[in-house]
């Protein structure tokens, strides 16, 4: 059981704009920045969204993000093949004084 | 950018300790305001954070596994390192070294299996 909440799965096909929730609570969504991690398959994991929707150097803007209060969003627009991966939301939390993931979303570009 | 490179070894045996070492190279470990973390993610599950460390050795772990961590730093090499005890079949996974910029993973290693197997 995760502390962030995320759908297992979500899909689009090519050109989409597909979104992804992350359910949190004020202790960690509520109160911290939330990151976003891409893992291609038999990858490690990538940091793709920082902040307040920031992107490190190499990430298109067809990435980007959105928070209000303890939930937050990573959002996909013209979605490409090589999108397919998971998608693993994070944040600090306070009161377990660690990072806290979410369970991950799998994306599938039909 | 740093680069992390995982190393130790593949199988441990159920109650023994499990340890595994992150050398890091194109930056300097005691470098001010980073953190050098664990992640771990079994097989087909998500990721789970293990615990962080700063250079002066001030640590973070995580509460579920706090009582079987720890995680040391060696300056003079330029490593950090994990030690988990009393590991389980449940404890099977691959383990991440990251940097940790204040409770943002960057940086990942590629990762290294561990499985947890007489």
């Known amino acids: 059981q995760s502390v962030l909440t995320q759908p297992p799965s979500a899909s689009g096909t090519p050109g989409q704009r597909v979104t992804i929730s992350c359910s949190g609570s004020s202790s960690n969504i509520g109160s911290n920045i939330v990151n976003w991690y891409q893992q291609l398959p038999g990858t490690a994991p990538k940091l793709l969204i920082y902040g307040n929707n920031q992107r490190p150097s190499g990430v298109p803007d067809r990435f980007s993000d959105s928070k209000s209060g303890t939930s937050a969003s990573l959002a996909i627009s013209g979605l490409q093949s090589e999108d397919e991966a998971d998608y693993y939301c994070a944040a600090w939390d306070d009161s377990l004084d660690g990072v806290v993931f979410g369970g991950g979303t799998k994306l599938t570009v039909l | ?118």
Do not use: M
Request: charged residues 10%.
């Open chain 2, 1 to 118: 950018q740093p680069q992390l490179q995982e190393s130790g070894p593949g199988l441990v045996k159920p109650s023994e300790t499990l340890s595994l070492t992150c050398t890091v190279s194109g930056g300097s470990i005691s470098s001010n305001n980073y953190y050098w973390g664990w992640i771990r993610q079994p097989p087909g599950k998500g990721l789970e954070w293990i615990g962080s460390i700063y250079y002066s050795g001030v640590t973070y772990y995580s509460p579920s596994l706090k009582s079987r961590v720890t995680i040391s730093v060696d300056t003079s090499k330029n490593q950090f390192s994990l030690k988990l005890s009393s590991v389980t079949a449940a404890d099977t996974a691959v383990y991440y070294c990251a940097h940790d910029n204040i409770g943002t993973i960057d940086y990942w290693g590629q990762g290294t299996l561990v499985t947890v197997s007489s």
